[in-house]
């Protein structure tokens, strides 16, 4: 089955505590994606990659970090947290086409930030 | 970095009813793209839209990709109860998308 996995589904964390979202696809995309979204911001995209080693900052990449060292994983990393990054987050994926930017999301990561 | 003005921020409908929204923006968008997101879920693609003026359906739901690139609406046409969620506008210029703030959507059987 094609699809994007997150992991953890759920993390409660304290300020400043490292931690790495994972994010996996199993459709050969090249480009994936970081979001979080928020009440009534919508969705904000924090980083993207057009494929293994090639990342570019979004709308909001303060206080994160991404790698993409392999094609299907693409973790988000969050060096020293802090409660302003409490948010729901999602990881993306899609082909690399100009006909196509058909985005497909993970089923997201809860995190919440004391 | 810009946000799509949606409107509007929610919805309460009777089933069986035409519903409408729709997004605009002061700048040129190359494509355009619908979501729905039910709750705990991700958000999942409706239509993508990829010409001016283009108008595509998919079941009861029907966009349309506006003329001056700067917009886009949405008709879902005879509402159910599963209609029920938010659905997100976003627009893609360049290699980012950018969305809009959602449309909560609530059918009353």
């Known amino acids: 089955e094609a699809q994007v996995t997150q992991n953890p589904r759920y993390l409660i964390t304290v300020t400043g505590k490292k931690l790495t979202v994972t994010c996996s696809q199993n459709m050969n995309h090249e480009y994936m994606s970081w979001y979080r979204q928020d009440p009534g911001l919508g969705l904000r995209q924090i980083y993207y990659s057009m494929n293994v080693e090639v990342t570019d900052k979004g709308d909001v990449p303060e206080g994160y970090k991404v790698s993409r060292k392999e094609k299907r994983n693409f973790p988000l990393i969050l060096e020293s947290p802090s409660p302003n990054q409490t948010s729901l987050y999602f990881c993306?994926?899609?082909?690399?086409?100009?006909?196509?930017?058909?985005?497909?999301f993970g089923p997201g990561t809860r995190l919440t930030v004391t | 970095g810009q946000q799509l003005n949606q409107s509007p921020q929610s919805m309460f409908i009777q089933e069986g009813e035409d519903v409408s929204m729709n997004c605009t923006s002061s700048?040129?968008?190359?494509?355009w793209l619908w979501y729905k997101q039910d709750p705990g879920e991700g958000p999942v693609l409706l239509i993508a839209l990829y010409k001016a003026g283009e108008l595509t359906s998919n079941g009861r739901l029907t966009a349309q990709f506006g003329i001056t690139r700067k917009d886009s609406f949405l008709n879902i046409s005879a509402s159910i109860p599963s209609d029920v969620g938010i659905y997100f506008c976003a627009g893609r210029r360049s290699n980012m998308l950018t969305f809009g703030g959602g449309t909560r959507l609530m059918v009353k059987p």
């Open positions: 700048s040129i968008f190359n494509t």
């Open positions: 993306a994926s899609s082909k690399l086409a100009s006909s196509s930017y058909e985005q497909y």
